[in-house]
């Protein structure tokens, strides 16, 4: 369908926004489950990939460690560069995250998270993924998994594994890579968010900025004119409801700073959380789901990493984090 819809003289954006008629819309409405914890059974896990190496996870919040398959690393394919970046492909196994019909953001973040990393190893970069399958990052007990849905103490474990699996990775940024949804179909666009309270905050918001922009520049080259909805403090983001101690927190975990007990060793790298498109909009969904839509993003994404890294990294004392 993607296909037929690349006429001569339209982007695909520009093509499947003609085809999303209001009855389609409508009926997406009804598809829609932005609840980020809608459960779904988990593939079986395949063999990590052959090119890949474990990093060591190694701390109390993650006491079973992580699933076959998360926190790997991939060398440089080009010349090496000597840089790191870690990419969290969000949600996963037992999370589908945000879904419409047969779309779901768990899928759709890995493919581009794959597509990513073979462009950035091309450039010189060392990758670590959160997860290279469809899985949770960690080892989750029996009991956090309940009629296949992920709870709530499962979700706060696989929060702290990809942090950790962060910081091991001893990478220089982090991006995590996930997609909207809401309750109306007519609205979409592309929204990229970072941690102010951090004591590298000006580095969350100037990776920020760059993913932001780099997206924008990606989507207008493949010539689709996705809203720009901005760069947003995960403050932002407010109380979910979940738990008392997530409301408390009122940040995103993977990005936000030290609170004990709930998150005792945060990221310690500059990071950002992307969300590309709107799953609950039947044109941006069509587009996350094509080869070309994969790319775009990927392409954003790698481009703003290359800026990210070109300006030198502040002194360790700096880096400390908050």
């Known amino acids: 369908m993607v296909g037929a819809l690349l ?4 982007g695909l954006y520009a093509q499947a926004r ?24 988990p593939t079986p896990t395949p063999k990590p990939p052959p090119d890949s190496y474990p990093v060591a996870v190694q701390t109390p919040e993650v006491p079973n460690g992580v699933v076959a398959g998360a926190c790997l690393a991939f060398n440089p394919t080009g010349v090496d560069l000597h840089h790191t970046f870690f990419i969290d492909p969000g949600h996963g196994g037992p999370d589908p995250g945000a879904t419409a019909g047969s779309v779901q953001e768990k899928d759709l973040s890995l493919a581009v998270a794959l597509q990513l990393k073979d462009q950035l190893r091309a ?13 949770s990052v960690a080892k ?16 706060h474990l696989d929060a702290l594994a990809r942090i950790a699996c962060a910081n091991a990775s001893h990478a220089e940024a982090l991006v995590s890579i996930h997609f909207n949804a809401f309750n109306d179909p007519g609205v979409g666009g592309q929204e990229t968010y970072y941690d102010d309270a951090r004591d590298f ?8 900025k760059l993913l932001q922009s780099s997206l924008q520049a990606s989507f207008n080259k493949a010539g689709w004119q996705v809203p720009d909805r901005g760069v947003l403090s995960d403050a932002s983001t407010g109380n979910n409801g979940l738990t008392p101690e997530a409301d408390a927190y009122g940040r995103l975990l993977e990005l936000g700073p030290t609170k004990a007990g709930w998150n005792d060793h945060p990221t310690t790298m500059p990071g950002a959380l992307v969300e590309p498109f709107f799953v609950s909009d ?13 790319r775009a993003i990927a392409s954003g994404i790698e481009q703003a990493l290359i ?16």
Do not use: H, I
């Open 140 to 155: 989750l007990a029996d009991s956090q998994v309940q009629n296949g849905v992920l709870t709530n103490s499962g979700v």
């Open 282 to 294: 039947p044109v941006e969904a069509q587009v996350a789901s094509s080869p070309e839509g994969r």
């Open 201 to 208: 905050a000006g580095d969350n918001l100037r990776l920020a």
């Open 7 to 10: 006429l001569a003289g339209f």
């Open 123 to 135: 450039d010189g970069y060392r990758v670590v993924l959160a997860r290279t399958a469809d899985t």
């Open 307 to 322: 800026g990210f890294a070109s300006v030198p990294a502040p002194s360790p004392s700096a880096a400390a984090g908050g």
């Open 18 to 41: 003609l085809a999303g008629s209001a009855q389609a819309r409508a009926r997406t409405t009804d598809m829609v489950s932005s609840l980020p914890f809608f459960g779904s059974t």
